[in-house]
């Protein structure tokens, strides 16, 4: 039996997916994705422990690379006590040790867990469209359309490596909207890891009750907001983003507009996310520096593990 063959179109009562880091991404999407179309709850989880709404009827699907990161060992061994449905994805380390009698999904080993996204991600997509009973998608068609939006770089939208030029001595604020929400955090993660470099994401409606304010001050800090645009926004959200727009030229900040067109919500999400991961190798380029390495992040995972 595959580990999206079991499914729960009753009695599930809501479905955890836990992970940190890259290891969290592909969850928040699917989340972002299907929450609509769910009638259960769908949750994401980047902590210790788990919720206490988190009991045996829910599902719990523990993503962790490595397997050894602490904060998603600790909500597995939470989900195992509280006898939640767990499906675990990772690539070994204490969780696959820990997981006899589980459904495992084995990730490629020697890579980064920020580029496994697209093996993650057509891992729990599949199990959480099982969970809550909707069609599962149809990875095989999908890859071909991506794989036709990648042509269409450099003319429809400016190629990544242009983007990356443009604003390499700013600081990119990734607005994003709905579904897009998640490529936004992805987007400033990437810029985070694979170009050592500050970025900061936020969200529409809420950045227009807060983020907002701060506008005047972009100029001086050189940083440049970068719109996640969907062609399925509602008229209320488009005109969301036009009138973010024209509020912050007001200050002198032009806001760079990505879009592509004639795309699913789905389809939208991944092209628009392998753009901008690509615009952050690009940036690391520009930089110098090794897209690849996390020194610090593995220097913190050291210290802790010393220190307990
Ligand atoms: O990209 C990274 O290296 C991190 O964000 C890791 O994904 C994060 O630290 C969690 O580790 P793991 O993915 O091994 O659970």
């Known amino acids: 039996m595959t580990m999206a063959s079991q499914t729960f179109s009753s009695g599930l009562h809501g479905v955890c997916i836990a992970g940190m880091g890259g290891s969290a991404i592909a969850g928040q999407m699917a989340k972002t994705l299907l929450a609509q ?17 988190v009991t045996k009827d829910w599902a719990v699907i523990s993503v962790s690379y490595s397997g050894n990161t602490e904060e998603t060992l600790s909500g597995f061994e939470t989900a195992k006590k509280v006898g ?3 499906f675990v994805v990772t690539t070994g380390g204490a969780i696959l040790e820990q997981s006899k009698d589980l459904p495992v999904a084995l990730l490629p080993k ?17 199990i959480v469209e099982a969970l809550i ?11 071909v359309t991506l794989e036709g939006v990648v042509k269409r770089w450099g003319d429809e939208i400016m190629s990544p490596r242009d983007l990356a030029e443009r ?12 579904h897009l929400i998640s490529v936004a955090y992805r987007a400033k993660c990437q810029i985070n890891e694979n170009a050592k470099a500050v970025a900061f994401s936020a969200e529409l409606p809420e950045a227009n009750h807060n983020e907002v304010e701060a506008s005047h001050m972009y100029q001086k800090y050189g940083i440049v907001p970068i719109f996640l645009r969907s062609t399925h926004e509602s008229k209320r959200m488009s005109a969301r983003f036009e009138a973010t727009d024209a509020v912050y030229r007001q200050s002198d900040c032009a806001p760079v507009h990505i879009r592509l067109n004639g795309l699913s919500e ?8 392998h ?5 952050s190798v690009d ?5 110098g520096v090794d897209s690849v390495r996390v020194d610090k992040i593995a220097e913190l995972k050291r210290r802790l593990t010393e220190g307990s």
Do not use: H
């Open 37 to 53: 179309k769910a009638q259960v709850p769908l949750i994401t989880w980047r902590d210790y422990n788990l919720p206490r709404c």
């Open 84 to 86: 939640s449905t767990l």
């Open 110 to 126: 020697g890579i980064q867990p920020r580029a496994a996204l697209p093996a993650i991600f057509s891992i729990v997509l599949p």
């Open 133 to 143: 009973g909707v069609g599962s998608t149809d990875f095989s068609e999908l890859s």
């Open 167 to 178: 604003i390499s001595s700013f600081v990119p604020l990734f607005l994003g909207s709905g």
């Open 266 to 273: 789905l389809e939208e999400t991944l092209a628009i996310t």
């Open 275 to 279: 753009y901008l991961d690509m615009l």
């Open 283 to 287: 940036a690391a380029d520009i930089r």
